[in-house]
């Protein structure tokens, strides 16, 4: 009975181990997509109290994503087909920035000649910054969808979340409607990763919930950094209110469908 209950003791602990060591792995593949977003942050944090010459601040910065975007596909970490995606991103980004400084939402108030219309041109490595990791971490973790529904379905859906940041500023706001739209269309589909040759596998829905919270998180480190400034954050750096969590959400969706997209079309193509 004792040696049982010692050998069911090993097992458990055999378990833990192989559970730790997995999740240290994970982790290690998460925070190899991140490099391009940890760069930005590090860069927001240094500019931030180390004076600069020749150039301000936003100059700089928009310098550095330069550089490190070259450096990421030139060092083979991104390929060729993800600076494209990439390249879609800060396009879409910049435009979402134009936009939503034009309306008030936020501002740039620091000065940069790299700035059009008020928006620092580095703002669309913060946009592609969010595919850099979604890219990254598709790679490195083998990643495969489940239940993934047609297409006719996912593109309208993304166009309707992006359009919605422009439109909600003159009509109603639908996002409560789009995310519930997100629930019922991806309720069935589930995103399989591999680990050191171990699958896994997440509801998707779950996913997108999981990322948007940790870009809220990562929108606070950035105002701080004053990487951006909400009307509330004029006088004195405040935490980005709750509420912000569900326009990252359906921004994470919109990135996340935009790359499904590709990668099944290129699948599919191949």
């Known amino acids: 009975m004792i040696n049982k209950i010692g050998t069911l003791n090993m097992k458990r602990k055999g378990k833990i181990v192989i559970a730790l060591q997995q999740l240290i792995r994970f982790g290690w593949q998460q925070a190899m997509s991140c490099l391009f977003p940890v760069v930005i942050f590090a860069s927001l944090a240094l500019?931030?109290?180390?004076?600069?010459?020749?150039?301000?601040?936003?100059?700089?910065?928009?310098?550095?994503?330069?550089?490190?975007?070259?450096?990421?596909?030139?060092?083979?970490?991104?390929?060729?087909?993800?600076?494209?995606?990439?390249?879609?991103?800060?396009?879409?980004?910049?435009?979402?920035?134009?936009?939503?400084?034009?309306?008030?939402?936020?501002?740039?108030?620091e000065e940069g000649y790299a700035k059009i219309l008020g928006v620092p041109l580095y703002s669309g490595f913060m946009y592609a910054s969010v595919a850099s990791y979604l890219c990254q971490a598709w790679r490195?973790?083998?990643?495969?969808?489940?239940?993934?529904?047609?297409?006719?379905i996912v593109v309208p859906l993304a166009a309707a979340i992006y359009l919605n940041f422009f439109t909600h500023h003159y009509w109603f706001d639908i996002r409560w409607v789009l995310s519930g739209l997100v629930i019922i269309v991806f309720w069935k589909s589930w995103v399989i990763y591999e680990i050191n040759g171990t699958q896994y596998r997440m509801p998707i829905v779950f996913s997108f919930?999981?990322?948007?919270f940790f870009i809220w998180v990562a929108e606070n480190i950035a105002t701080f950094f004053g990487a951006w400034e909400y009307p509330n954050q004029a006088d004195a750096w405040s935490i980005v209110h709750l509420g912000k969590v569900s326009s990252w959400l359906l921004l994470v969706i919109v990135s996340f469908l935009?790359?499904?997209?590709?990668?099944?079309?290129k699948k599919i193509s191949n």
Do not use: N
């Not at 919930?209 to 948007?212: A, P």
């Not at 935009?258 to 079309?265: E, F, P, W």
């Open 47 to 109: 500019t931030q109290v180390i004076p600069l010459p020749f150039l301000p601040r936003y100059d700089w910065l928009l310098l550095i994503c330069l550089l490190m975007q070259w450096w990421m596909v030139y060092s083979g970490l991104e390929t060729k087909d993800e600076l494209k995606v990439i390249t879609l991103f800060h396009v879409i980004g910049l435009a979402l920035e134009l936009f939503k400084v034009h309306m008030g939402s936020w501002s740039y108030p």
């Open 140 to 152: 490195r973790l083998e990643v495969e969808l489940v239940r993934w529904p047609s297409f006719l």
């Open 209 to 212: 919930t999981l990322i948007g």
């Open 258 to 265: 935009i790359v499904a997209t590709l990668k099944q079309v």
